[in-house]
């Protein structure tokens, strides 16, 4: 099971928000959130285990959207989808996978949000 540390994963993107690129039109840039080391049991994770649930995370944490995101009235008549700061879901393996000072991030399009989690912790893509 996947475990996130929150607390970190904010502190990481706010500090990290101010060297990271752009996004460009409807794009979305997120963060993978931190992902526990440790099985609840205590037990260490392989490291290839831990490199595999963030590659298939379905919670992104969003830091930076794009100035054209949720912007077309038509497609997205109740206003925007997400904003910075919040944790979406997302299909597993979505968008452009970038490493930026050794973290993960990923640009999405802004229709890729599927939904708005506050507390991500528990979340994990059904086997």
Not at 33 to 43: L, S, T, W
Not at 70 to 82: A, H, L
Request: glycine residues 8%; proline residues 6%.
């Amino acid at each position: 099971m996947t475990q996130i540390n929150i607390e970190e994963t904010r502190a990481v993107a706010k500090e990290k928000a101010k060297q990271l690129p752009e996004p460009k039109g409807y794009r979305i840039l997120c963060m993978v959130p931190n992902v526990e080391d440790q099985f609840f049991g205590g037990i260490y994770k392989p490291e290839s285990t831990v490199r595999v649930e963030e590659q298939t995370t379905l919670v992104l944490f969003v830091v930076k959207i794009g100035p054209e995101a949720y912007k077309d009235e038509k497609r997205f008549p109740s206003g925007p989808w997400c904003k910075e700061g919040d944790f979406v879901v997302v299909r597993a393996y979505s968008g452009t996978r970038l490493m930026i000072h050794g973290r993960e991030f990923r640009l999405i399009n802004d229709d890729t949000v599927e939904a708005v989690v506050e507390n991500p912790i528990g979340i994990t893509r059904a086997g």
